[in-house]
């Protein structure tokens, strides 16, 4: 089976980002488009194909925008409006979910093979498992009509593409920074910290003013995984420790990962993340910092559009700013990087042709209302629009123009590793924010499990 090997990954999702996010500001082109002056197609573009059929059918379409106060929540429900109101004989059931939730009962319903018509799935390794099950149609075909695979920036199906076939479309093409509150920053008199040693002291500082320093939503437990290889990414002095750990020349009993866990749980240590905060899922934690009650969100780019039309966004209170080095290492332009989650369609959908129409005229439309709530930083596809004009903010605009210096990166962890060593390293990751553990420990807890599921 063809595929990208993950040897290249990381250096093709830097280009990706450098090339095609190198037009960002008030130009009139989003820091998404790979071309100067593309435009995405207009909200009125037709379908892909004529219903087959005009008998009623129901389409069941699972997501991962459940939380209401995320622009998107509305987004997608305006362009399921729009594309009923042209096809008055197809109804689209919504099945939304959060990220977890939803790959848990993805996994479940694969096992009895019963994928909904579309869902959701992440790139790469993590897409894997449902390309060998055989389980998704591709969607080549698809991708021709109306010229829907030229909106998309130039290499991102990449990540999705097996053995020469797309297989799910990306709804975004981010990178990993840190979300901070300004007001919170004033009221402890702290200043953005430079290294990652300042940011435990104004953790510490933080705190000391009783303010909750940072929030996370750990129950969803790549979200603290996401945290911890940024980390890595930095001890090892840049990209490639999974790559290497693959190809034999680390094991992670290396003391580039011994000094991240060590680093991150002085994190932790320092009393960063809200009480219980394995108990918080990924929409309550975020939504500690969108409502004032946290002064800093590690977080994708994507999260931007949910914050800026957020109480703190709206008051101009947010900034943002890169991951710090790491005991003097790392590189600040090298982002955790993050080719988005994605729309694939069951190959045993009763509704097949319907259903690769609709999707067809959702990504049609996908850019231009991402754009119009405010939506469409990290979009994977170009994006006609100028975001200074159309009323984004300061801080949207300085996300923008970080995506202009990446340097390179790395992916997630479960994104790279296959699915059950990215178990291990998932529920040992968690564990650090209930009690803290000796690094050594960690680290072969981590080298056992990757040997018992190596592929």
Not at 139 to 164: R, V, W
Not at 241 to 251: A, C, M, S, Y
Not at 339 to 368: I, Q, R
Not at 412 to 419: G, K, S, V, W, Y
Request: hydrophobic share 40%; net charge negative; charged share 20%.
């Amino acid at each position: 089976m063809k595929k990208m090997s993950r040897k290249v990954m990381c250096t093709v999702m830097a280009g990706i980002l450098a090339v095609s996010l190198s037009a960002c500001g008030s130009s009139g082109n989003n820091g998404n488009n790979s071309k100067e002056g593309a435009s995405s197609p207009k909200a009125s573009t037709p379908a892909a194909s004529k219903a087959a059929s005009k008998e009623n059918i129901t389409i069941t379409f699972q997501n991962i925008y459940p939380d209401q106060t995320d622009p998107k929540y509305g987004m997608i429900r305006k362009i399921v409006a729009q594309y009923e109101a042209e096809h008055s004989n197809v109804k689209i059931e919504l099945d939304s979910l959060n990220t977890d939730q939803q790959k848990l009962k993805l996994k479940t319903q694969a096992a009895s093979k019963e994928v909904p018509d579309i869902t959701i799935v992440n790139p790469a390794a993590q897409m894997q498992p449902f390309i060998d099950a055989d389980l998704f149609a591709p969607l080549n075909e698809m991708l021709g009509k109306n010229g829907l695979k030229d909106t998309f920036q130039e290499g991102i199906l990449d990540y999705y593409t097996f053995n020469d076939n797309v297989y799910a479309l990306p709804d975004g093409n981010n990178i990993a920074l840190i979300y901070y509150n300004k007001a919170m920053f004033a009221q402890a008199g702290v200043k953005v910290p430079t290294t990652f040693e300042e940011m435990v002291e104004v953790v510490k500082q933080l705190k000391a003013k009783g303010i909750q320093p940072m929030a996370i939503g750990e129950k969803d437990s790549w979200t603290g995984s996401f945290l911890f290889m940024n980390v890595l990414l930095r001890t090892n002095g840049g990209p490639g420790f999974l790559k290497d750990v693959v190809d034999g020349k680390k094991t992670f009993e290396d003391p580039a990962f011994t000094e991240a866990v060590d680093a991150f749980q002085s994190l932790v240590q320092a009393g960063a993340f809200q009480e219980g905060a394995t108990s918080f899922d990924y929409n309550a934690g975020e939504n500690l910092f969108k409502t004032g009650k946290a002064a800093m969100y590690f977080m994708g780019s994507w999260a931007t559009g949910g914050i800026e039309t957020s109480s703190v966004g709206e008051k101009g209170e947010v900034g943002v700013f890169k991951f710090p080095t790491v005991g003097g290492k790392g590189n600040p332009d090298e982002f955790m990087l993050a080719p988005g989650s994605a729309f694939a369609v069951s190959k045993d959908s009763k509704h097949l042709d319907e259903t690769l129409d609709f999707l067809n005229y959702f990504m049609l439309n996908y850019p231009k209302e991402a754009f119009a709530v405010k939506g469409a930083v990290g979009v994977a596809q170009k994006v006609d629009g100028d975001f200074k004009a159309a009323g984004y903010s300061d801080m949207a605009m300085e996300v923008l123009g970080m995506f202009k210096g990446v340097k390179g990166g790395d992916l997630a962890f479960d994104n790279t590793m296959n699915p059950g060593t990215a178990q291990v390293h998932l529920s040992s990751i968690q564990n650090l924010f209930v009690a803290k553990k000796d690094a050594a420990e960690v680290a072969k807890e981590h080298q056992k499990g990757y040997e018992e599921n190596k592929e």
